[in-house]
């Protein structure tokens, strides 16, 4: 597995066509009222990874095995939520179980698809949704924060340090300030403002390639701070269709983009996360796998198989670069340039990976 986002916004956004697009999927009901999305809908694609099947076919590999991205569509969420309005709070626990938030909001025009709040204001849109996010983790806080006070009043150093930070984050989201910018370690407590967002505004066909004066707006408030992207869930739809990589590609220059949709939240979402890729590669498997950067070389083992992390001795490295110029891991081998590391080496992003270690 890569990653795992959840897509959010207000009903009639276009979350449920862009989940349909990027999963290249109909699993997500994408009609035009509130809350045709009921229950979350999940679904997997495969992460394009050019190297990796150059790499299998180097060795023929029987199977190869690429990572990959789960996209959970989430049903649209409404003022009130935190509190049980529209689909209510059941739906905010869906995004707790997500590495990072994908932000849909709309940015096109049309009479024909109704806006939940009667007119097209990006802004407010965001300022809703983020309000009943807040107020989600505002209500877990102080949950969180009795059962501390609690420890903190017997000495627990620990219950203290958590307390402390606790209610600095409680104050910033009193304030409007979500909790990944808290200026404090907000993993301990599992809050909705702690993950990463990315902002997808999703435009007019015509508007794909430059955005438009309500994707701006977003660019301008929230570019700053995070992602922000420009995607027409219309056109994501009508790529989904084209299975000839040649033809897609022409059809996206013709619209004057350099890349899909999925691709952009792909490469936003490994940048957002700071993720990286290893491989392991032989005859039977050509794998791809997603770790942390700063993941050292037995952590990277331990994402194969915790026997891997436990006995780890050392690992054979081998580059992509070295792997595909010089042909095979022998020819890498009789030239030199496999290194072996041990406990400390960090891993780099492309590695080429052979662990030993001890039952």
């Not at 049980?84 to 698809?113: M, P, W, Y």
Request: with cysteine; charged share 25%; proline share 4%.
């Amino acid at each position: 597995m890569g990653f795992n986002c959840g897509i959010v916004g207000l009903p009639n956004v276009g979350k449920s066509t862009l989940f349909n697009a990027l999963t290249q999927s109909a699993a997500a009901d994408a009609q035009n009222y509130p809350f045709c999305t009921i229950e979350p809908n999940t679904g997997r694609v495969v992460v394009p990874d050019a190297t990796l099947l150059e790499l299998a076919a180097t060795v023929n590999a029987a199977k190869i095995i690429p990572t990959q991205l789960e996209i959970v569509d989430i049903a649209g969420l409404v003022k009130g939520a935190s509190t049980g309005e529209g689909l209510g709070n059941k739906f905010l626990g869906n995004i707790l179980s997500t590495d990072a938030i994908i932000h849909v909001v709309r940015c096109f025009e049309n009479d024909d698809i109704v806006h939940v709040n009667g007119k097209i204001d990006p802004l407010s849109d965001i300022d809703t949704i983020e309000t009943e996010l807040a107020l989600a983790d505002l209500e877990s806080l102080e949950k969180q924060i009795k059962n501390l006070e609690k420890k903190a009043h017997g000495l627990d150093k620990t219950a203290i340090k958590l307390l402390a930070d606790a209610n600095t984050i409680k104050k910033g989201l009193e304030s409007g300030i979500p909790a990944r910018k808290s200026g404090v370690d907000a993993s301990p407590f599992n809050l909705l403002t702690a993950k990463p967002v990315i902002y997808v505004c999703n435009v007019d066909e015509d508007s794909a390639a430059t955005g438009n004066k309500y994707s701006d707006m977003v660019k301008n408030k929230f570019g700053g701070d995070a992602p922000v992207l420009i995607i027409s869930s219309k056109i994501e739809m009508e790529i989904a269709q084209i299975v000839d990589p040649d033809e897609r590609k022409m059809f996206l220059t013709e619209l004057g983009l350099n890349e899909s949709g999925l691709d952009q939240v792909i490469k936003t979402g490994y940048e957002t996360l700071g993720l990286q890729t290893f491989y392991t590669v032989g005859p039977k498997e050509a794998h791809a796998w997603t770790i942390t950067r700063g993941m050292t070389a037995p952590m990277a083992a331990g994402k194969i198989h915790t026997d891997f992390e436990k006995g780890f001795i050392r690992a054979e490295i081998i580059s992509p670069a070295d792997w595909l110029e010089l042909g095979s891991e022998l020819a890498v081998k009789e030239a030199g340039k496999m290194r072996t590391v041990g406990r400390d080496y960090v891993m780099q992003d492309g590695d080429i990976c052979h662990f030993l270690f001890n039952n």
